[in-house]
Each structure stands twice: as structure tokens, then as C-alpha cells.
């Protein structure tokens, strides 16, 4: 939610400087919430993508790795 959105918001429930203060404050706080399990879900798909590339790297038979490796080719881009 925006500033305008907040401001508009405050101003329909009519709410008092410190709940205003503490609307925003929530806000900002959710937002760096959401901004970080975004991250962490980056990362662990990172972590997952190459964790998938090394257990294909590892098959012996090279058929078989060649083979898994054109189905999952996306990771090795």
C-alpha cells in the first residue's frame, strides 16, 4: 500500500496521529517481511537448482546423464 492509499485509509477510519504512526510502522514492517521471504525463496530455489545440476553431474552412465540432462536443460543455462 502506498503513502496516498495510507493517507486515505487514515483519513476514512479517522484515526489519531499515534494510530497513524503505528499503521505505518505495520506497514513498513510487512513490507520488509514480504520483501525478505521473497529473498529467502530466491535463494533456497538457487540452492535447490544447484543442488539438481550436481546430482545429474554425478550419474556415471553417460547416456543416462545426457538424457536427464536435456530434460532439466533450464539449469544448465
Avoid: G, P
Wanted: net charge negative; no cysteine; aromatic share 4%.
Amino acid at each position: 500500500m502506498n503513502n496516498d492509499e495510507m493517507n486515505k485509509l487514515s483519513d476514512a477510519l479517522e484515526l489519531s496521529e499515534s494510530q497513524r504512526l503505528a499503521l505505518y510502522s505495520y506497514s513498513e514492517r510487512q513490507a520488509k517481511e514480504k520483501a525478505q521471504t521473497q529473498e529467502q525463496k530466491k535463494e533456497l530455489s538457487s540452492l535447490e537448482k544447484h543442488e539438481k545440476r550436481q546430482q545429474i553431474m554425478s550419474i556415471k552412465d553417460a547416456n543416462q546423464r545426457q538424457e536427464e540432462i536435456a530434460k532439466h536443460v533450464e539449469l544448465f543455462k
